[in-house]
């Protein structure tokens, strides 16, 4: 008889622990829809409370942290070097970072460490800039990675330009400096006049240019209207051309780099023939 009491109690206080746990996950879900109410009016700092609410109610929900980490990243302001700024941008990494260890092909986590680094390299000194730029690159590797894995929701497109900004980012500054050493302005026509500056710069950074030429190009067979991608690759072909040695190779690099300008220009124009007009209502809501 007492070891059947015993059997009614435990079973009793698992139904309580049952109860407790769903109304937990009750209330955190409430915590959710409040924060995601406050984030779609700009309250962060009230959907950031909301958000740790429910993952202390719920430390199982996997999206309280994701929405969490969002909402510090979104109150992170680039370039602002206050205390509190940089705290926002720390928490967010902190969060996204706990989102992948419970996940580690979370896209959205990954797509934001990486604009995250991205982010905070524009603002930074060179050394440390080019250190966060390969750290956001290797983000978007990882992504790019779980993309092919999960294919739907697609984050490649993005990646893959992304890493093409980054590659520009890094060489644009060389080129110019090489450029401005030898007192060539930015219109002046290529290939750089200094040699021994030029066989130094085709050293370090053709590889990085051609990869940057590589992923902008898979960019734009993901998307063949990726008109910033059209726009990136043309900044990488017409200052790689500085590169060459033969006059004729470096006006056709030109042309090709122009193509693409002309590519993006027409691209834009129909994208923006494919939005629907008022015109019509407009006009007869004029006579």
Avoid at 44 to 49: I, K, N, T
Wanted: proline share 5%.
């Amino acid at each position: 008889m007492r070891n059947v009491n015993r059997l009614t109690a435990a079973l009793a206080a698992a139904s309580l622990i049952l109860v407790i746990s769903g109304c937990d996950k009750l209330k955190s879900r409430d915590h959710i829809n409040k924060g995601v109410a406050d984030f779609k009016v700009n309250r962060f700092a009230d959907a950031v409370e909301h958000f740790k609410t429910a993952i202390q109610l719920d430390p199982t929900n996997p999206n309280a942290r994701l929405y969490l980490a969002t909402a510090y990243m979104q109150q992170w302001i680039p370039g602002a070097e206050s205390p509190d700024n940089i705290r926002m941008a720390t928490q967010a990494k902190e969060e996204f970072l706990k989102v992948l260890e419970t996940d580690p092909g979370e896209k959205t986590a990954l797509a934001s460490l990486a604009s995250l680094a991205y982010n905070q390299a524009t603002s930074l000194p060179t050394d440390k800039k080019l250190q966060m730029f390969d750290e956001a690159a290797q983000w978007y590797h990882k992504l790019i990675d779980v993309d092919k894995a999960k294919p739907e929701g697609s984050f490649s497109k993005e990646a893959y330009y992304s890493l093409g900004v980054i590659a520009w980012a890094k060489w644009y500054p060389a080129i110019m400096t090489a450029r401005a050493t030898a007192h060539m302005r930015p219109e002046d026509p290529g290939p750089l006049k200094d040699k021994k500056a030029k066989e130094e710069l085709r050293t370090q950074y053709s590889g990085i240019v051609d990869e940057g030429i590589q992923n902008l190009q898979k960019a734009l067979d993901i998307d063949k209207e990726y008109e910033d991608a059209m726009s990136y690759m043309s900044l990488l072909i017409r200052e790689r051309a500085d590169l060459l040695d033969n006059p004729d190779e470096y006006k056709k690099q030109i042309d090709l780099a122009d193509s693409y300008v002309q590519k993006a220009l027409e691209t834009k124009k129909i994208k923006a023939a494919r939005q629907p007009t008022t015109g019509g209502i407009v006009a007869e809501e004029s006579k």
